[in-house]
C-alpha cells in the first residue's frame, strides 16, 4: 500500500489505535499455505448489524469516494540527474498493477531522459531469481523490485548493495517509505492498513451491517497476506459481518484454479455469500465467467470488491455491472512517476520523498468512465521538480 498534504488528504482510515491493533493481529495470524482454503463449513450473516461500526464505516466510505482532489504529493526536489538507466524487476507482468505501475514509470523515464527496462519474473521464484540475477549483471543506475518480497532474492539483492545500486521497491515490503532489511531506498504503496480498513468497511457500510463475506488472497507474498489478514480484522469489528471463506489462491494460479473455487464457493453457501473481498482486482477476472456460469447476475450478490490495484478491466467490469462492484485503487501511473522522481533523490544523494498516496474506492457512480485512477496535478508537479 510520511506526512504530505495532510489537510488535503482526509483519507478513510480505520482509526489509528485499530490500526495498529490490526497489524498486531495480522502479525500473530498463521501463515496460510498455497493454495488452502480456511473458514467455516456453514455460516450466516449476523441478526444483529453493528450500528455503530456502521455509521462510522459509511462515513469513511463516503469521503474516499471523492474525486477532483488537489495533488498533495512532493512540491520540491533535485532537479534531474542526467543518464540514467532503471531495471524494473516485475513479479509477473500478468499482473495488472504491476503492469500498470511499469508503464508508468517508462511514461515519466522519457519525461526526464531515463532508459528502462523492464525483466519479467513470470511470477515464479526460480523465474524471480533469474530476472533478478540478470538486472545486477547489468549494472544499471537503480532497480525496482516490482511487487514480490526482496527475502525471496537475497542473494542478488546483497549484490545489487555490493555493487552500489539503490534499490525501490513497489508492494516489496508492507510498509511505504524506507527500509534497512531488506535494504530499500524507499518502498512505494499505499498503507495497508488504510487500504484493508477502507475495503472492509465498504462492506460494512454497503451491507447495511449483515454480510456473508469470502475473502481472497495470496499467501505467497508478505503484503498480500498482511492485507488480507487485515481485511479480516477488519470485518470482525461488525457483529453483523460473517468470514464464509479465506481462499488462498497465489496470484498466478488465479485463471486455473478461480474458476472451480468459485463453482464450490456457490454450492457451499447459494444464499448467504453476499459479498467478497480480494487482494488484487485480478481474481474477479477470472471470477466472472463462473458467476456467469452459474447463472449469478453481474450486478450481485455477491458484491465484490478489490482491495488494491485498480486495473483498467476492474474499471470496465465496474462500470458494465460484471461482477465486481467495487475497488480501492492503486494510482498505478503516479506511482511509477513517484519511483522514478525517489530514483532521482537516490541519485543526487537527498533523502526519500515520504510521499503516501492516499486511499481512494471507485465505483460505477463515481469513476465517470474512466479505467484508471489517475489523480490530477502530478505529472505537472514531478516534470516542475525535474526542471522538464
Not at 136 to 151: C, E, K, M, N, Y
Not at 260 to 269: C, H, N
Request: glycine share 12%.
Amino acid at each position: 500500500m510520511t506526512p504530505a498534504g495532510a489537510a488535503r488528504r482526509r483519507r478513510a482510515t480505520v482509526p489509528r489505535a485499530v490500526a495498529l491493533a490490526l497489524l498486531a493481529g495480522a502479525a500473530a495470524l498463521t501463515g496460510c499455505q498455497r493454495g488452502s482454503s480456511d473458514g467455516p463449513a456453514v455460516a450466516s450473516t449476523g441478526p444483529g448489524g453493528c450500528p455503530v461500526a456502521q455509521a462510522s464505516a459509511e462515513a469513511a466510505v463516503a469521503r474516499a469516494e471523492r474525486t477532483g482532489t488537489a495533488w498533495d504529493g512532493p512540491a520540491t526536489g533535485p532537479r534531474a540527474v542526467a543518464g540514467r538507466t532503471v531495471v524494473f524487476v516485475a513479479e509477473t507482468m500478468t499482473n495488472p498493477g504491476v503492469a500498470g505501475v511499469a508503464n508508468g514509470l517508462r511514461e515519466a523515464a522519457r519525461v526526464i531522459g531515463w532508459d528502462v527496462r523492464v525483466i519479467d519474473g513470470a511470477g515464479s521464484p526460480a523465474g524471480i531469481q533469474a530476472a533478478m540475477g540478470e538486472a545486477v549483471a547489468l549494472r544499471p543506475s537503480g532497480i525496482v523490485i516490482g511487487g514480490f518480497d526482496p527475502g525471496s532474492t537475497a542473494q542478488q539483492v546483497a549484490e545489487a548493495g555490493a555493487d552500489g545500486i539503490p534499490l525501490v521497491g513497489w508492494h516489496a515490503v508492507v510498509a511505504p517509505g524506507p527500509s534497512r532489511r531488506p535494504p530499500l531506498f524507499t518502498n512505494v504503496t499505499t498503507r495497508v492498513d488504510d487500504v484493508a480498513g477502507i475495503s472492509a468497511q465498504w462492506i460494512i457500510a454497503h451491507s447495511g451491517g449483515r454480510a456473508g463475506v469470502v475473502l481472497f488472497t495470496d499467501a505467497s507474498v508478505p503484503f498480500a497476506r498482511t492485507k488480507s489478514d487485515l481485511i479480516r480484522k477488519a470485518l470482525a469489528t461488525c457483529a453483523g459481518v460473517r468470514l464464509l471463506a479465506y481462499e488462498n489462491i497465489p496470484v498466478p494460479d488465479a485463471s486455473t484454479r478461480i474458476p472451480r473455487e468459485i463453482a464450490s464457493l456457490l454450492a457451499r453457501f447459494p444464499e448467504t455469500w453476499t459479498h467478497s473481498a480480494a487482494i488484487n482486482d485480478l481474481y474477479f477476472a477470472d471470477a466472472a465467467p463462473a458467476f456467469r456460469a452459474a447463472g449469478r447476475k453481474g450486478t450481485g450478490p455477491p458484491f465484490n470488491i478489490g482491495a488494491g490495484d485498480g486495473d483498467p478491466s476492474a474499471f470496465q467490469r465496474i462500470d458494465g455491472g460484471q461482477y465486481q462492484a467495487a475497488t480501492v485503487p492503486e494510482p498505478l501511473s503516479q506511482q511509477g512517476w513517484q519511483i522514478v522522481d525517489e530514483f532521482n533523490r537516490a541519485f543526487a544523494g537527498r533523502p526519500a520523498s515520504g510521499y503516501v498516496a492516499p486511499t481512494h474506492v471507485s465505483t460505477a457512480a463515481n469513476s465517470a468512465g474512466a479505467t484508471a485512477w489517475d489523480p490530477p496535478g502530478y505529472r505537472e508537479a514531478y516534470r516542475r521538480i525535474w526542471g522538464r
